[in-house]
């Protein structure tokens, strides 16, 4: 069935450097992805949509200039997470419609869990 | 925007004995209704869902609720075992797959031996 592969599963960066989370759909191709992040003991937030093709739609709150989302194909979205502080530490989830269908339900990533030193 | 309220956040309940787990969302027009066992550091895992064109769905120990008037869901968990501990999520959707889930704030759930 439906998989989404995401990289890494955990990374630590230093303050003020970039970081690149990837999610990957494996055996379907996935127009829409959704970011999700997640603060310990909380639930996940929708950060961004992404399309393939076309721009991002950030959720208020959200700096685009920040988290850069990249849809370039039907099997990859990318979050980039510029000038990392931390305060960005958190757990990173990607979420595409599962076969890329409609009205079929949803398949996560694994998650990413950000630590900024 | 949807706006799902859970509760409650904490839970204990002894091994054998039913958990419930209550929902209530904000936009009428939702109607794709997953709950999610998340365990620390791991993807949400969907549970069971439930559709608004369904009033109640089983799935053996496990069993959702919709009442679409009232706006709320619930799940049901019966024959509590110690590996139901995680926390769970509720959440809602519409226009599935095209629009993104919007959860509830999680209630931690804890099955004492």
């Known amino acids: 069935g439906a998989v989404v592969s995401q990289h890494p599963s955990w990374v630590i960066c230093k303050s003020g450097t970039s970081v690149k989370i990837e999610c990957r759909s494996l055996?379907?191709?996935?127009?829409?992805m959704f970011w999700y992040r997640q603060f310990p003991k909380q639930s996940l937030m929708l950060m961004a949509t992404?399309?393939?093709?076309?721009?991002?739609?950030?959720e208020q709150g959200v700096e685009k200039d920040k988290f850069l989302i990249n849809h370039a194909s039907l099997t990859l979205s990318t979050l980039t997470v510029t000038s990392a502080h931390p305060e960005d530490s958190s757990f990173y989830i990607c979420?595409?419609?599962?076969?890329?269908?409609?009205?079929?339900?949803?398949?996560f990533g694994s998650g990413t869990r950000l630590t900024v030193v | 925007g949807e706006n799902v309220e859970q509760h409650p956040s904490t839970l204990s309940v002894q091994e054998g004995d039913s958990a419930v787990i209550k929902c209530t969302y904000s936009d009428s027009a939702s109607n794709y209704f997953p709950w999610y066992k998340q365990e620390l550091g791991k993807r949400p895992q969907l549970i069971i869902d439930i559709r608004s064109n369904v009033g109640e769905k089983k799935d053996q120990r496990i069993a959702v609720t919709l009442n679409k008037t009232a706006k709320h869901f619930s799940l049901h968990i019966t024959e509590t075992q110690p590996e139901d501990s995680a926390v769970y999520f509720c959440a809602a959707s519409w226009d599935t797959g095209r629009r993104a889930l919007t959860f509830g704030s999680g209630t931690r759930l804890q099955v004492q031996p």
């Open positions: 055996d379907f191709q996935a127009t829409t």
């Open positions: 979420s595409a419609p599962s076969q890329g269908r409609v009205n079929y339900g949803y398949t």
């Open positions: 992404s399309n393939e093709g076309s721009k991002a739609t950030y």
